[in-house]
């Protein structure tokens, strides 16, 4: 079962990175640049104390952040332990991809798609209800993930793992907020 799960995972890494062209190349070193997305964080933070009292928005901010320290650390201790090789560091499979970055650490599970799908989800669930389009925000954790594969650095299943992981990662934290952070600001505005 892991054994054919592993072939499918590699014989699709294979065909998606191939579909890659040449003339898109320099796109895909963009997207999958976390320095291009810059803007995006600022428009992220803007747009929660725009439309948040302080005191809230300073809350979620530090939410958000130990969301992204958390993931930080779950990605690498996890790299670490199941110690994956990244397939442009495999000779058999990287001779036949097309290969624009190349990162020496582990592969599973994938730290951006974990990242952008935790940071999206969370920031989405705090501002839903005041942004009825943020929904659209989620193209950048699917085009940010997507072009780990098309740069030849990660799996499907890295993706797919990295992906829940990190929804999961947003939903813990979401809870944790309204447990903790949020009843704590309806007690002090009691008081």
Not at 52 to 62: E, F, L, S, V
Not at 70 to 94: D, Q
Not at 153 to 159: G, K, M, R
Request: net charge positive; glycine share 6%.
């Amino acid at each position: 079962m892991l054994e054919s799960l592993l072939k499918w995972d590699r014989d699709t890494f294979v065909y998606l990175n191939t579909l890659g062209v040449e003339e898109y190349d320099r796109f895909w070193i963009v997207i999958t640049t976390i320095n291009s997305w810059i803007p995006l964080f600022i428009t992220f933070f803007f747009f929660i104390f725009y439309k948040t009292k302080n005191n809230i928005a300073i809350r979620q901010t530090a939410c958000l952040l130990g969301l992204v320290l958390f993931i930080i650390t779950l990605t690498n201790l996890t790299k670490n332990a199941v110690a994956r090789l990244r397939p442009n560091n495999e000779g058999e499979i990287g001779a036949l991809i097309r290969i624009l970055k190349s990162p020496t650490d582990y592969s599973f599970f994938s730290g951006h798609a974990a990242s952008s799908f935790a940071i999206t989800l969370l920031w989405y669930l705090f501002v839903r209800k005041k942004i009825k389009w943020a929904v659209v925000f989620f193209v950048w954790p699917m085009l940010f993930s997507l072009s780990r594969i098309f740069v030849g650095v990660h799996y499907p299943l890295d993706i797919i793992a990295g992906s829940l992981i990190g929804c999961g990662s947003a939903l813990l934290f979401y809870l944790l907020y309204n447990q903790f952070l949020a009843k704590s600001l309806k007690y002090s505005t009691k008081g």
